[in-house]
Protein backbone atom coordinates (compact mmCIF):
# COMPACT_ATOMS: atom_id res chain seq x y z
CA UNK A 1 0.00 0.00 0.00
CA UNK A 2 0.77 3.38 -0.48
CA UNK A 3 -0.42 6.63 1.00
CA UNK A 4 -1.07 10.15 -0.06
CA UNK A 5 -0.46 12.84 3.19
CA UNK A 6 -0.20 16.52 3.80
CA UNK A 7 1.31 17.84 6.89
CA UNK A 8 1.17 20.73 8.90
CA UNK A 9 4.43 22.37 10.93
CA UNK A 10 1.88 23.83 13.82
CA UNK A 11 -1.32 22.65 15.24
CA UNK A 12 -4.70 23.96 12.73
CA UNK A 13 -7.93 24.21 13.32
CA UNK A 14 -9.48 22.67 10.00
CA UNK A 15 -13.07 23.45 8.98
CA UNK A 16 -13.39 20.16 7.62
CA UNK A 17 -11.08 17.23 6.02
CA UNK A 18 -10.92 16.51 2.76
CA UNK A 19 -13.10 13.88 1.31
CA UNK A 20 -11.61 9.98 2.41
CA UNK A 21 -8.91 11.87 4.47
CA UNK A 22 -8.33 10.97 8.07
CA UNK A 23 -6.31 13.15 10.50
CA UNK A 24 -3.41 10.38 11.69
CA UNK A 25 -1.22 12.56 14.10
CA UNK A 26 -2.44 15.16 16.23
CA UNK A 27 1.02 15.92 17.07
CA UNK A 28 2.45 17.01 13.83
CA UNK A 29 -1.50 16.77 12.07
CA UNK A 30 -0.96 14.81 9.25
CA UNK A 31 -3.93 14.34 6.86
CA UNK A 32 -3.56 10.63 5.18
CA UNK A 33 -5.16 8.84 2.97
CA UNK A 34 -4.20 4.53 2.24
CA UNK A 35 -4.52 3.42 -1.09
CA UNK A 36 -4.24 -0.63 -1.08
CA UNK A 37 -2.51 -2.64 -3.96
CA UNK A 38 -4.55 -5.42 -3.43
CA UNK A 39 -8.27 -5.77 -2.79
CA UNK A 40 -9.32 -9.42 -2.06
CA UNK A 41 -6.09 -10.92 -1.99
CA UNK A 42 -5.50 -10.10 -5.50
CA UNK A 43 -3.21 -7.63 -7.11
CA UNK A 44 -5.36 -4.41 -8.14
CA UNK A 45 -4.09 -3.18 -12.09
CA UNK A 46 -1.89 -0.17 -12.07
CA UNK A 47 -4.20 1.82 -13.80
CA UNK A 48 -6.93 1.51 -11.03
CA UNK A 49 -3.64 2.21 -8.66
CA UNK A 50 -2.37 5.00 -10.34
CA UNK A 51 -6.32 6.42 -11.28
CA UNK A 52 -7.11 6.44 -7.59
CA UNK A 53 -3.94 7.97 -6.88
CA UNK A 54 -4.62 11.10 -9.07
CA UNK A 55 -8.08 11.47 -7.76
CA UNK A 56 -6.95 11.65 -3.91
CA UNK A 57 -3.97 13.77 -5.07
CA UNK A 58 -6.61 15.85 -6.60
CA UNK A 59 -8.81 16.28 -3.53
CA UNK A 60 -5.88 16.87 -1.49
CA UNK A 61 -4.55 20.04 -3.65
CA UNK A 62 -7.88 21.28 -4.01
CA UNK A 63 -8.97 21.29 -0.43
CA UNK A 64 -5.27 22.43 0.29
CA UNK A 65 -5.86 25.44 -1.94
CA UNK A 66 -8.72 26.19 -0.33
CA UNK A 67 -7.89 27.01 2.91
CA UNK A 68 -8.57 29.88 4.86
CA UNK A 69 -5.62 31.90 4.90
CA UNK A 70 -3.81 31.96 8.70
CA UNK A 71 -2.28 34.87 9.53
CA UNK A 72 0.43 34.10 12.21
CA UNK A 73 0.67 36.45 15.09
CA UNK A 74 4.10 37.30 16.35
CA UNK A 75 4.51 37.05 20.49
Known sequence: MTSIYISFKEKYSFPNLPDGFKLENDMCYTLRKIVKFY?????RN????QDEL???R????NWANNLPRYERKDD
Open 58 to 61: EILN
Open 54 to 56: DKY
Open 39 to 43: QNEER
Open 46 to 49: EKDI
